[in-house]
């Protein structure tokens, strides 16, 4: 059984920041009384009282305090669109496109730092490079979005990229092949 499960909305569930989620297994609940916590925490969030405190029955009980309201929004119409496309259909396209990215790399000679097999890694594609920060930004200037983790460069693909994308950055990671090896 899952005790807790905690997430955010940034990146893969295509929302901006400020949201996470949290699951708390309904049995543990009533165990847990958390010391910190906002209006939004209480059983009753009208009644204001700040001598008194009864705990939500639900995990509301963990809110900190008011929500981000324009960023519900847009963790909602994220949720939503990731539902309409399909959780395995968006897997099994992710699995195609960063499978493409590790065979493209290896083939060109580039130091994959993620590991070879699907089964052991997750979306994102991580290739070392010497000059990570230059990398990246060579790469913005040609409208390829990644980013700079420890040294090295990642790849973050989602259901909206293709295999195009995939030729594409290879071939700009080509031209710049001497700041990846």
């Avoid at 059984?1 to 400020?18: C, H, M, Q």
């Avoid at 009980?61 to 519900?72: A, I, K, Q, T, W």
């Avoid at 259901?159 to 700041?179: I, Q």
Wanted: glycine share 6%; charged share 20%; hydrophobic share 45%.
């Amino acid at each position: 059984k899952l005790d807790f499960l905690v997430g955010g909305t940034l990146k893969y569930l295509l929302a901006s920041s400020g949201m996470a989620y949290l699951y708390a297994r309904k049995e543990l609940l009533p165990k847990l009384n958390p010391t910190a916590v906002g209006w939004f925490a209480q059983a009753n969030i009208f009644a204001m009282d700040v001598h008194h405190h009864t705990p939500s029955p639900s995990a509301r009980r963990f809110e900190g305090g008011s929500p981000p309201v324009p960023n519900l929004y847009a963790a909602l119409a994220g949720i939503k669109l990731v539902q309409a496309v399909g959780l395995e259909q968006i897997e099994s396209h992710v699995r195609q496109i960063t499978g493409a990215i590790k065979e493209g790399a290896m083939k060109r000679g580039f130091s994959l730092m993620s590991p070879v097999n699907p089964e052991h890694h997750g979306a994102m594609v991580s290739l070392r490079s010497h000059k990570v920060d230059l990398l990246v930004k060579w790469l913005e200037a040609d409208n390829i979005v990644v980013s700079s983790r420890d040294n090295n460069l990642r790849l973050s693909p989602h259901f909206y990229n293709n295999l195009a994308d995939v030729d594409r950055l290879m071939d700009c990671l080509t031209k710049h092949k001497a700041l990846l090896v």
